[in-house]
């Protein structure tokens, strides 16, 4: 008993508020989108989401992270069972509004792309912790290019145009975290160019073109636009103190697209106002900050560059949610960490919590 209390005690409970008061921001929102349909189910099981995502946290948090940065097969295991799942959505997963994008499991859906975020932060802090001397190597950015590619191939072809950015935002993230080169940096971002040029005329399907064109042209108010515009609508209802939780009238009427994932920030813009906002991002910004004084703690490169990548993540994310709904980018399906509903994003974060946890616990 006094080894659990004693790790009890080591954790960083700034990121255990934090991470909890934005799960409230969602579980407030999911209620009040439960209030539009009278159907409370996505916040029933959200709170069970996260009853198991705080338990799996905290037993993560006695598991010894130097286990993994000692043993490469093991990462090398738990990257090829992503990669297998990954595959697997393209045969065994259900099509849903033209996606494979998720196993269904009785009444409940698994997300691969979200244990292959984690995974994929662990192996690319494995690979530039022992290589971080010779950054100066464009190899390494090659070779590390390729262990990204893979996954970030077969979430593009389910299709899914969110999950590969934040793929991408990830490795890119990572290295610069780790030094690469201006020269190397320049290469890197116009062969990215040359890749968006082919997938433009190759590869995106004809709706994925439609909302980016709508994002640069919002003209088409009851077509390929009408998302955004709902958003814009909502966001700018709440004013300053917003119109009071469940009366949203974007939201309570059925205006606003999806308010349960990738839009539940214009549900809190619109019922809560600026200052509900404000609140929100003083929160979430705590929680990045408690992430990176992690990294900037660690005395060594693996803990390091595992809580940057984490902490990449979270950005990522946040910023792409916030600028499509704020339209300052185009939809692409990236829902809001700790506050969508969703039970693999959700457990997701919280194992990447329980890992830094154990970072925090044993000092790096």
Not at 140 to 163: E, R, T
Not at 309 to 338: D, K, T
């Amino acid at each position: 008993m006094s080894v659990v209390t004693s790790q009890l005690k080591k954790l960083d409970w700034g990121i255990i508020i934090s991470a909890t008061l934005l799960v409230c921001f969602g579980f407030i929102a999911l209620y009040s989108t439960g209030l539009a349909k009278n159907n409370f189910s996505n916040l029933e099981k959200q709170i069970i989401f996260f009853t198991a995502g705080f338990l799996v946290m905290i037993a993560a948090s006695f598991f010894d992270y130097r286990i993994l940065r000692n043993n490469s097969y093991l990462i090398l295991i738990f990257y090829g069972i992503c990669l297998t799942m990954l595959l697997g959505l393209h045969f065994f997963a259900p099509e849903i509004r033209g996606t494979r994008g998720w196993y269904k499991i009785g009444l409940l859906s698994l997300d691969p792309i979200e244990p292959t975020k984690i995974v994929l932060v662990v192996l690319l802090a494995k690979y530039f912790s022992i290589r971080h001397v010779e950054m100066y190597k464009f190899r390494h950015i090659i070779f590390s290019g390729l262990y990204v590619f893979l996954p970030a191939l077969l979430v593009f072809i389910k299709p899914d145009l969110g999950g590969t950015t934040v793929l991408l935002s990830i490795w890119l993230g990572i290295l610069l975290v780790s030094g690469i080169k201006i020269n190397h940096f320049l290469i890197l971002s116009f062969c990215f160019l040359i890749v968006a040029g082919a997938a433009w005329n190759f590869l995106l399907k004809d709706y994925q073109k439609q909302r980016i064109t709508a994002f640069i042209f919002p003209y088409d108010y009851l077509g390929a636009s009408w998302s955004q515009n709902q958003t814009k609508i909502s966001i700018g209802s709440g004013q300053i103190l917003g119109q009071g939780m469940g009366k949203g009238s974007q939201v309570q009427y059925g205006f606003l697209p999806e308010p349960h994932t990738d839009f539940i920030f214009s549900v809190i813009a619109e019922e809560w106002g600026i200052l509900g906002v404000f609140a929100l991002f003083f929160v979430y910004g705590f929680l990045v900050w408690r992430v990176l004084k992690i990294a900037i703690e660690s005395h060594s490169n693996f803990p390091r560059l595992f809580a940057s990548g984490f902490a990449i993540i979270l950005i990522a994310q946040f910023v792409i949610n916030i600028g499509m709904n704020l339209s300052m980018l185009p939809v692409v399906g990236i829902y809001l960490p700790f506050i969508s509903y969703g039970g693999s994003g959700l457990i997701g974060n919280f194992i990447g919590l329980g890992i830094l946890q154990s970072i925090k616990s044993r000092n790096a």
